[in-house]
């Protein structure tokens, strides 16, 4: 069983994020690890512009699709008014088909974003897919090609991870959105150390893994609806200094009806997709990242618990068993947290440890069923009683003598 416990700790880290009780521990465990995290900081590089319910549900909006383009440049507009250094798109502005266009009925719409853009002196960056084909993976066409937008104007595919505790990277040629809106901030701040070309990035790109990031939860963010903004409208450097990252966050249905239309399932609950966004580049920028621990040592950390619980489950002493099952509970998710905050490793071990637990915990039931079965068999078994009288010679100590007569009471 300890060999298959290593197996199953190397190679099942490609398939548990597929199975939703070892992804909803999973969740819970990061989500613990980031509000207990010594180093945090709060999430000061982003502002959040969302389309809620109240904006997308309502003109000018109305609940159309493709969203209203217009305004989405007004908005952009006025991010820069309020003092945004860096204005991210997360909504996409696809093609109708696999090439570069849209309806000629929209021209006039997309004229009027693409001008709002160029007008802008801070950089933009625009949003797209990353699709798989036989070849590898290929951008999905948006109705401009990236050499034709405004030169303030670049692109970020927004592809999530499988794994949402992982901060997305760059994916064939394109870089991931949160890149592209880190990488653009540190230029225009000048910051001296570029995330893009840090080793551990390159590293984990070269290697084709993610890094895992601290989250924090939406009430944190500086947020604005947009219909509040399109309506003040007036310069009140309310995003001074910060990322602006305009997205949707209303529900599918109708207001307050049915499930966000962006919905993912994060470490700090169902979220959209721009609150994810928005928590991987204040991750990357403030440095609250950690690349995962090699799978060789989770297999070795994993065969020592298993080796460890083994013999506490195997011991006859109860004290023995029970302190191992809590050590098995609790040390994965300590080293893990120790790991994370002093190491700079992130430890996933889920799904190997509750493996463990499984067969053990089976293997105890199977023990404590055949020595209940032992005992049964061991015990003597009573027939049923015979009533027959009791002789007062032999039986009872307290009767007469069988010789001596009864005497009768006297008379007269």
């Not at 597929?18 to 000061?44: E, N, Y």
């Not at 910060?242 to 994060?266: E, F, P, T, W």
């Not at 489950?313 to 023995?320: G, I, Q």
């Not at 700079?344 to 493996?355: I, T």
Request: glycine letters at 6%; aromatic letters at 10%; charged letters at 20%.
């Amino acid at each position: 069983m300890i060999l298959g416990v290593a197996v199953a700790s190397y190679f099942v880290e490609d398939i548990q994020e597929k199975i939703p009780w070892v992804r909803d521990i999973q969740l819970f465990a990061h989500s613990w690890i980031c509000r207990t995290m010594p180093r945090k900081v709060g999430p000061d590089h982003v502002a959040i512009v969302e389309i809620d319910d109240q904006s997308y549900w309502a003109a000018p909006f109305s609940g159309e699709e493709p969203t209203n383009r217009e305004k989405l440049g007004d908005l952009i507009r006025i991010a820069e008014a309020n003092g945004a250094l860096v204005i991210g798109l997360d909504i996409q502005l696809k093609s109708m088909d696999d090439s570069y266009g849209d309806d000629p009925k929209r021209q006039e719409a997309n004229n009027y974003l693409f001008t709002q853009i160029a007008n802008v002196r801070r950089p933009v960056v625009l949003s797209a897919g990353m699709q798989l084909t036989a070849n590898g993976y290929k951008e999905e066409p948006n109705i401009l090609a990236d050499d034709a937008l405004p030169r303030s104007a670049s692109v970020g595919h927004v592809n999530l991870p499988r794994d949402l505790r992982q901060i997305p990277l760059r994916i064939a040629n394109l870089n991931s959105f949160a890149q592209m809106l880190t990488d653009k901030y540190q230029q225009v701040i000048h910051a001296k150390g570029r995330l893009l070309e840090s080793d551990v990035i390159k590293r984990m790109q070269e290697r084709d893994e993610f890094l895992y990031g601290v989250f924090w939860n939406r009430e944190q963010f500086l947020t604005v609806s947009a219909s509040e903004l399109l309506k003040d409208p007036a310069p009140r450097d309310r995003f001074a200094g910060r990322i602006v990252i305009i997205g949707k966050n209303h529900h599918a249905s109708a207001k307050n009806r049915g499930r966000l239309s962006d919905a993912y399932q994060s470490p700090m609950g169902e979220t959209s997709g721009v609150f994810l966004h928005a928590n991987y580049v204040e991750a990357l920028l403030s440095a609250n990242f950690q690349p995962g621990v090699p799978r060789w040592a989770g297999v070795v950390l994993d065969v020592l618990l298993a080796i460890f619980a083994y013999v506490g489950f195997a011991s006859r002493t109860r004290l023995w068993t029970r302190s191992a099952f809590v050590v098995l509970l609790m040390a994965p998710l300590v080293v893990a947290y120790f790991l994370f905050a002093n190491l700079g490793l992130y430890l996933d071990f889920v799904l190997p440890l509750f493996l463990i637990i499984g067969h053990l915990s089976i293997d105890h039931y199977i023990d404590l069923q055949k020595e209940l079965l032992a005992f049964r068999k061991k015990a003597p078994v009573e027939g049923p009683r015979n009533e027959t009288p009791k002789d007062p010679v032999t039986t009872n100590d307290h009767a007469l003598p069988a010789s001596e007569p009864v005497q009768q009471p006297r008379t007269g």
